[in-house]
């Protein structure tokens, strides 16, 4: 089993927000693979199959600083005591420190402050989990903290939009060729999927 968690805050007033692109690629591998996501105390979470391996998907509805509670509590029901932590996790976050649009994908690393992969490493004990990370871009005059709760502008949103679909494409590559091949192919991608 492969668990694939896309970050974000539950309730309406999060949904539109740049730290809720973890939950919107969710919702779209949920839709194209017609997984259904059931609500549950601390997730919303459904299971199917993806490039011929079971998946879980999950959105943690703990709060973005809480993240990690609800993906080791999914992690240790569905892995075997056999598996390292991470070996079988995939976390889609934004990323503040990218172009609004541009995806990279991490086998590993420091949290680079997002408060939900710093939840994840504290409760798994490990840094060695992928990460895409979707750029939201940065305000500089706005802290991170209140920039990241803001919806995106007009002109962002159809960037956004791509880049929810290709970091959904993204997973797929995953799943089919390994971490290291889809770094390749996606890393090189700037906004929008165009090669540089």
Known sequence: MVLIAGLGNPGERYRATRHNVGFRVIDHIAGT???????????S??????????????????????????????????????DEP???????????????????????????????????????GTREFVRIKIGVGREPLLPAEEFVLRAFRPDEKPLIDEAVVHAAEAVGTILRLGVEKAM???????????NE
């Open 33 to 43: 693979l017609q997984i259904a996501l059931q609500v549950k105390e601390k997730y």
């Open 86 to 124: 991470g070996s079988r996790l995939i976390v889609i976050h934004d990323d503040i420190d990218l172009p609004v649009g541009r995806i990279r994908i991490r086998r590993n690393g420091s949290s680079g402050g997002h408060r939900g992969i710093e939840s994840i490493i504290a409760e798994l």
């Open 184 to 194: 390749t192919n996606v890393n090189r991608q700037k906004a929008g999927g165009e």
């Open 45 to 82: 979470i459904g299971q199917g199959a993806q490039e011929g391996q079971r998946v879980t998907l999950l959105k943690p509805l703990t709060f973005m600083n809480l993240s990690g509670q609800a993906v080791r509590q999914v992690l240790r029901r569905y892995l075997s005591s056999a």
